[in-house]
């Protein structure tokens, strides 16, 4: 097993937010629907974090509130989004992922249909038209979130190295 950093873990743990939590799933990022807004990621986060309804610290116990957890864990994907070039620089991998494995881009775009309408009413269905065991489509999947998080997170890196090599250029010609 290799080393994963960090932020390809947290990049991940967004897209893997919107695929699983997002009413339009990734298509956000596919660029075919608009990013939610913050009372829609708010709604996400909650979805996938709050187990029950959270009324606060009982007894006067030092507890975090619900509310609280969830207002910065939005804000956190916000912030993960920003620090690796905002949606335009995410959105520029998934285009490439889908010009590059169009069939795997397919099915990440697809199963947000799954038991979300008549198409695909189970996971059992989707995979069967897309002639693969249940296995195989888990599988696919998180194999390809996790090559998208990796492809953003070398993206964004090499960026800021050619940022840092054209500043330091650009000093030296001006000393």
Same mark, same amino acid.
């Not at 187990?51 to 509130?65: W, Y």
């Not at 509310?67 to 949606?87: D, K, R, Y």
């Not at 002639?131 to 998208?148: D, G, N, P, S, V």
């Given at each position: 097993?290799?080393?994963?950093?960090?932020?390809?873990?947290?990049?991940?743990?967004?897209?893997?937010?919107?695929?699983?939590?997002?009413?339009?799933?990734?298509?956000?990022?596919?660029?075919?629907?608009?990013?939610?807004?913050?009372?829609?990621?708010?709604?996400?986060?909650?979805?996938?974090?709050?187990?029950?309804?959270?009324?606060?610290? #009982?007894?006067?116990?030092?507890?975090?509130?619900?509310?609280?957890?969830?207002?910065?864990?939005?804000?956190?994907?916000?912030?993960?989004?920003?620090?690796?070039?905002? $949606?335009?620089?995410?959105?520029?991998?998934?285009? $490439?992922?889908?010009?590059?494995?169009?069939?795997?881009?397919?099915?990440?775009?697809?199963?947000?249909?799954?038991?979300?309408?008549?198409?695909?009413?189970?996971?059992? #269905?989707?995979?069967?038209?897309?002639?693969?065991?249940?296995?195989?489509?888990?599988?696919?999947?998180?194999?390809?979130? $996790?090559?998208?998080?990796?492809?953003?997170?070398?993206?964004?890196?090499?960026?800021?190295?050619?940022?840092?090599?054209?500043?330091?250029?650009?000093?030296?010609?001006?000393?």
């Amino acid at each position: 097993m290799s080393y994963i950093p960090k932020e390809v873990l947290r990049i991940e743990d967004i897209i893997w937010l919107f695929a699983e939590y997002c009413p339009t799933g990734l298509a956000c990022f596919f660029g075919d629907a608009d990013m939610p807004d913050m009372e829609e990621m708010a709604a996400m986060v909650l979805a996938k974090y709050a187990t029950a309804e959270d009324i606060g610290p #009982v007894d006067g116990g030092k507890g975090t509130p619900q509310q609280q957890i969830i207002v910065e864990t939005g804000e956190s994907v916000v912030n993960v989004i920003a620090s690796v070039g905002g $949606l335009d620089a995410i959105r520029r991998v998934f285009f $490439l992922y889908g010009e590059e494995f169009p069939h795997n881009a397919q099915l990440l775009r697809e199963m947000d249909y799954i038991g979300r309408s008549f198409r695909y009413p189970s996971i059992e #269905v989707f995979a069967f038209k897309h002639h693969l065991t249940e296995k195989q489509f888990y599988r696919k999947r998180r194999k390809a979130l $996790l090559e998208i998080s990796w492809e953003i997170y070398r993206r964004y890196k090499m960026s800021e190295k050619m940022s840092e090599k054209v500043s330091e250029i650009m000093s030296e010609k001006m000393a």
